[in-house]
């Protein structure tokens, strides 16, 4: 787990200047781990109420699991670093390495829309509800991205200090939205933003089989979940 800078290899050199999200940041990440927070709340109550067979239970804790690494995904402390020589961004496991002599130029958009702003008058509840996040991109030579950073968990103030840091050119857009952004720069935008469906999709289907398993255990008579051997008997 990277976290802090004493954790960077020595081989990247020393650090000449080290950034984390401002703290003010921290309000969209808590929001974003209420819902996993509940779920492992109401699977630990429900385990302490009914006495389950060791196949459910055994999902029920894989579920918790993976609630728990999505908490902690968006709550662990970030941090960027650069040296003389490198650019390095924390991960769950390692360090994202870029070399400085790879980044030719960022990119910063200080409001990334999505592909939902698009044709939605200016003002209106659903604009502002779809008026972006900061973003902002490490291009090589060749325009390929080399590196980013999601306003989801970084500030737009912090992008910007990086962004100047690390390359003598910015691109700058104030607002923008992922299909003009793809166009202008392809390949920086993620499938996951040009077709947010598919990924709505995915995660309504995961979050309906989980409210199941879990109404089925908290809902369903004792003699019915004996019957599908879901409490011992």
Do not use: C
């Not at 650019?87 to 829309?113: C, D, Y």
């Amino acid at each position: 787990m990277a976290e802090h800078v004493y954790q960077v290899p020595e081989k990247y050199g020393e650090a000449q200047g080290t950034y984390h999200p401002r703290i003010h940041s921290y309000h969209r990440r808590i929001f974003a781990s209420i819902p996993p927070a509940l779920v492992i709340l109401a699977i630990i109550f429900l385990l302490t109420r009914r006495r389950f067979a060791l196949p459910y239970t055994i999902i029920l804790i894989v579920v918790v699991i993976a609630a728990a690494f999505a908490i902690y995904s968006v709550l662990k402390p970030n941090i960027v670093v650069r040296t003389s020589t490198h650019l390095l961004r924390g991960r769950t496991i390692g360090w994202n390495v870029v070399p400085l002599a790879n980044i030719s130029q960022t990119v910063f958009a200080e409001r990334l829309a999505s592909k939902k702003s698009m044709n939605l008058p200016d003002g209106g509840a659903k604009s502002l509800r779809h008026k972006g996040i900061p973003a902002m991109w490490a291009l090589n030579s060749a325009g390929k991205k080399v590196f980013r950073l999601d306003g989801r968990i970084w500030d737009g103030k912090t992008m910007r200090r990086i962004a100047a840091d690390i390359s003598d050119q910015t691109v700058v857009y104030p607002r923008i939205n992922v299909v003009q952004m793809n166009k202008q720069h392809p390949g920086l935008v993620t499938f996951n933003e040009l077709h947010p469906g598919w990924k709505s999709a995915a995660v309504s289907i995961v979050s309906l089989i989980v409210l199941i398993v879990l109404a089925a255990g908290a809902l369903l008579p004792e003699e019915t979940l004996r019957q599908f051997n879901i409490l011992w008997s």
